[in-house]
C-alpha cells in the first residue's frame, strides 16, 4: 500500500470516527449497561407499604422493587402473545397502588397506567412489587415500553441473558432508554406501533 494511499484510508476513517462518534458511545454506554452473564436475579424486598415516592423517571425501590415469575424462560417469553396468557391485574389492586402512591383514583384517561416495572414480556409477574403508576409525562410509560420492547429483541435475539435485562430495566430503566440513541428509538417507534406516542 503506497503513502498515499494510507494517508486516504486513515483520513477515510478519522472522518467516519468523527461522524459516528455520539453512536459509537452510545453503543459503549448500552454494553456496559447490558453486559453480563445469566445470574440469580436480585431485586430485594419490597419494605414499604404506604408514603411511596418517585425518584425522577424510577418507582420508590422500597414500595416497587420488581418481582418476576421465577419460572420464565427465555423460550416462553420469546412466544408472540406471551404477555397476553400472564396478564393479571385486578381493578382493586390498580386503586390500591394508586393510593399508595398518593394518586387520586380514578385518574384522568391517558395520564398514567399501572406499570410493570419488569415487563411482563421479559418475564415480570403481576405481584404489587413489581406494580406502579407510571405517568405518561416524559419520561413515561411510552419510553419504558420502548425500552421493554428493545429489551425484549436482544434477549430474544441471544444478544443479552433474561436476568440481565430483569434486573437493569428494574434497576435504571431509563439510562437505558437513553443509550438507545434518536435512529433506535424511531426505529422501535415504528415497530412497535402500539405502544409508541
Not at 440469580?40 to 404506604?50: A, C, K, M
Request: aromatic share 12%; with cysteine; charged share 20%.
Amino acid at each position: 500500500m503506497g503513502c498515499l494511499a494510507v494517508v486516504a484510508w486513515v483520513g477515510m476513517y478519522a472522518t467516519y470516527y468523527y461522524a459516528n462518534r455520539g453512536e459509537v458511545a452510545r453503543k459503549s454506554e448500552l454494553a456496559a449497561l447490558l453486559g453480563g452473564f445469566e445470574q440469580f436475579v436480585d431485586l430485594g424486598e419490597r419494605t414499604q407499604v404506604s408514603d411511596c415516592q418517585y425518584h425522577g423517571p424510577l418507582p420508590d425501590k422500597d414500595c416497587t422493587p420488581g418481582a418476576i415469575f421465577e419460572n420464565a424462560t427465555r423460550k416462553e417469553i420469546c412466544v408472540k402473545g406471551y404477555s397476553k396468557t400472564v396478564r393479571n391485574v385486578s381493578v382493586s389492586l390498580k386503586k390500591k397502588i394508586f393510593d399508595q402512591y398518593g394518586i387520586d383514583y380514578p385518574v384522568p384517561f391517558g395520564s398514567y397506567e399501572i406499570d410493570h416495572l419488569i415487563p411482563l414480556s421479559l418475564g415480570g409477574s403481576n405481584e404489587i412489587a413489581n406494580l406502579w403508576p407510571k405517568s405518561a409525562e416524559y419520561p413515561g410509560f411510552y419510553e419504558k415500553n420502548i425500552t421493554g420492547n428493545y429489551l425484549l429483541e436482544q434477549v430474544c435475539a441471544g444478544n443479552i441473558a433474561l436476568s440481565i435485562a430483569q434486573e437493569r430495566i428494574a434497576k435504571d430503566w431509563f439510562s437505558i432508554y437513553t443509550a438507545l440513541g434518536k435512529d433506535t428509538v424511531r426505529q422501535l417507534k415504528s415497530r412497535y406501533k402500539n405502544w409508541a406516542n
